[in-house]
């Protein structure tokens, strides 16, 4: 029995045939089938390809996205950076900050010119 759309539509149609009567199947074909199937003759609708869980850019572990961590990350890095050029030049005297240090960060020795240059790069960044 076909669909009630399928009357005034002018694509093909579904290639089976009916084992009793041998008449054609009447429905429209699955989109995605290469066959040129309908639903109920075997044409198979793929699946969308949905991000699910951690891979999926809005999923929220501790209250962030993982591109929200990512830029949070970045900022940290920037901060060191700073702090570390702050201790170059001995504009703090207190305790070094504490914790894990955040991705994309690489200790650099300020002594040298290019080092520095990299970590004032790496603070001017956005
Ligand atoms: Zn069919």
Redesign the pocket.
């Known amino acids: 029995m076909p669909l009630p759309s399928f009357k005034y539509s002018k694509r093909p149609l ?1 290639g ?1 045939k009916c084992k009793r009567t041998g008449l054609p ?1 009447k ?1 429209m074909p699955v989109r995605s089938s290469k066959a040129n ?2 639903r ?2 075997g044409g198979i609708v793929k699946p969308r390809k949905i991000l699910r869980g951690a891979d999926h850019p809005q999923y929220r572990n501790k209250g962030e996205s993982s591109i929200e961590r990512e830029e949070r990350s970045k900022r940290s890095a920037a901060l060191l950076y700073l702090r570390d050029i702050g201790d170059h030049v001995k504009l703090f005297n207190g305790t070094k900050t504490r914790g894990r240090k955040p991705k994309g960060y690489v200790r650099l020795d300020m002594s040298n010119p290019e080092h520095l240059f990299i970590a004032i790069q790496k603070t001017l960044e956005d």
Do not use: S
Request: with cysteine; hydrophobic share 25%.
């Open positions: 579904c089976a199947c429905n199937r309908c109920l003759h």
